[in-house]
């Protein structure tokens, strides 16, 4: 072939090319917590991005026991990884004014249009962009048809029909037959649920970083899992705790569907269809609302997100490898649902088939459902435990509804506190 000045000119420019390639090319660390399944797919991720965009990833991989201990250790000396795999609650915890971790929003090569505002909303700090949500799970209503079938009566769509339900369920099938299911963790939720049908505020208010609701609102709502124990609807704390708090997917009457429904995480599906006997039929239902309800007051949240750190050498290479895991082919398929459904519209639509039906339907009614902004100290151990044990002594009478509001406002604010 004829070396013309042509030819010279390209050849130049593709050595300049590779050079350039060359020098941009860069060498990461990612850090994530899993099991193996997980830890196979993501290894098998960054392999795959690493070598579409010439960087070489290495992972750092643990079990759940521990992460958070050497998260914080890391962060303290700022010798974190580059991508981090960051619990949604810990966001506080390292990030309270939108510093602790790098602006993804300032990072080229991220296409947040596949998320919705609001799963950016729930990753961000004082504003600040700190982790992509890479899976969203939500509170949803699981019913058990055979049960309400077998009473006649149709699965309820209100809180109103759903009380109307109840009466109609103990009086055909026996007053040890129960409707629903409400216990620590859970039974905080469906007064949160109450109260922001209500209200249409989260707990925390993101301006003052204090309780949004008033103790009279509050009051309201655990007055509503008063009245869940007075018609028969729960159980009370007083029976699950005589009975050793056993949770209810290992409960013989949830398996016979003498307990007919639960508020659980869509994605738990599974674990609580699984073990009801032969011809039970589990299926997830929009949300139940409240007379007079301002929204549907869904608990929605990134399981977990990903985040960039603010001291990486390289955050513009590691903001190509985010986006590849979670919004380009290769790293869509690698990582599949192992860390759930995916959050992201790309990985949600290439990955539209996988996962159980179920699991889809409930996930589906999560993101559709609309409720604020859920803060992420709503799951602040310390406030959750407040939370818990103030209703523990509600449901044993040591307090009355309002007692029990004013202790919990109380004692969430000074949490919050710690945190201005």
């Given at each position: 072939m004829k070396f013309n000045h042509l030819s010279a000119a390209l050849f130049g420019t593709a050595l300049t090319a590779l050079t350039l390639s060359a020098a941009e090319a860069e060498e990461l660390r990612m850090s994530w917590w899993g099991g193996e399944s997980r830890h196979i797919a993501t290894q098998k991720g960054l392999e795959l991005c690493g070598a579409k965009h010439g960087h070489v990833v290495k992972g750092e991989f643990t079990g759940f026991d521990g992460y958070l201990e050497k998260l914080t250790t890391q962060m303290a000396g700022s010798t974190e990884a580059d991508i981090m795999q960051v619990n949604w609650p810990w966001l506080p915890l390292f990030s309270r004014d939108g510093t602790g971790f790098a602006d993804l929003r300032s990072l080229p090569g991220i296409d947040l249009g596949q998320w919705s505002e609001a799963d950016?909303?729930?990753?961000?700090?004082?504003?600040?962009?700190?982790g992509l949500s890479v899976s969203t799970t939500g509170r949803a209503f699981f019913f058990n048809v055979t049960t309400f079938e077998k009473a006649g009566v149709a699965i309820p769509t209100s809180w109103a029909e759903f009380f109307e339900a109840t009466?109609?369920?103990?009086?055909?099938?026996?007053?040890?037959?129960?409707?629903?299911?409400?216990?620590?963790e859970t039974a905080q939720l469906l007064v949160t649920l109450a109260v922001v049908q209500k209200t249409g505020k989260d707990m925390v208010d993101p301006a003052s970083n204090r309780v949004a609701w008033t103790v009279e609102e509050l009051a309201e709502g655990i007055g509503f899992l008063g009245k869940l124990v007075e018609t028969g609807a729960i159980r009370s704390q007083k029976e699950?705790?005589?009975?050793?708090?056993?949770?209810?997917?290992?409960?013989?009457?949830?398996?016979?569907?003498?307990?007919?429904?639960?508020?659980?995480?869509?994605?738990?599906?599974?674990?609580?269809?699984?073990?009801?006997?032969?011809?039970?039929?589990?299926?997830?239902?929009?949300?139940?609302?409240?007379?007079?309800?301002?929204?549907?007051?869904?608990?929605r949240k990134p399981s977990m997100v990903f985040a960039i750190s603010a001291n990486s050498k390289h955050p513009e290479a590691a903001a190509q490898i985010l986006n590849c895991l979670l919004n380009e082919p290769e790293g869509i398929a690698a990582l599949g649902t192992s860390r759930g459904l995916p959050a992201s519209k790309a990985a949600a639509a290439q990955l539209a088939n996988e996962g159980e039906p179920e699991v889809r339907a409930a996930n589906a009614i999560v993101m559709a459902s609309s409720g604020p902004t859920v803060s992420p100290f709503n799951e602040h151990p310390e406030i959750r435990g407040i939370f818990i044990d103030t209703l523990e002594e509600f449901a044993y009478g040591q307090l009355d509804a309002q007692a029990a509001a004013e202790q919990i406002v109380d004692g969430v604010n000074d949490v919050l506190s710690n945190f201005d």
């Open positions: 950016l909303a729930s990753g961000s700090m004082n504003g600040v962009l700190q009466r109609a369920v103990k009086e055909k099938l026996g007053a040890d037959t129960y409707t629903f299911n409400a216990v620590k699950e705790a005589s009975d050793g708090n056993v949770n209810l997917f290992e409960k013989p009457a949830w398996a016979a569907g003498k307990i007919a429904g639960s508020y659980e995480w869509d994605s738990t599906y599974a674990k609580y269809a699984d073990p009801l006997q032969d011809g039970q039929v589990l299926k997830p239902v929009p949300m139940l609302k409240i007379d007079g309800a301002v929204t549907d007051g869904v608990y």
